[in-house]
């Protein structure tokens, strides 16, 4: 009988240290599905302000010169 007793507590220690270790996953799995879609936001940021500026770069690029011929032109 005292057996069955120990075997019982060990058993709960153990499920409780499962229980712990489940958690633990748990918890670093949400972190790390926190930090990928940071990530993921920083990256689609950085590839939305690279665009403007480009776009911007173009306009300059093309509108400078048009701008120039125009002055200077007349």
Same mark, same amino acid.
């Given at each position: 009988? +005292? &057996? ?28 790390? +599905?926190?930090?990928? +879609?940071?990530?993921? &936001?920083?990256? &689609? ?15 300059? +690029? ?13």
């Amino acid at each position: 009988m +005292a &057996e069955d007793g120990m075997s019982k507590k060990q058993q709960k220690s153990k499920q409780k240290l499962t229980q712990k270790q489940r958690e633990d996953r748990v918890k670093a799995a949400e972190e790390r +599905a926190k930090r990928e +879609a940071a990530a993921k &936001e920083r990256k &689609e940021r950085t590839k939305r302000i690279f665009t403007i500026v480009v776009c911007v770069i173009l306009v300059l +690029a093309l509108g400078i010169p048009t701008m120039a011929i125009a002055v200077l032109g007349s």
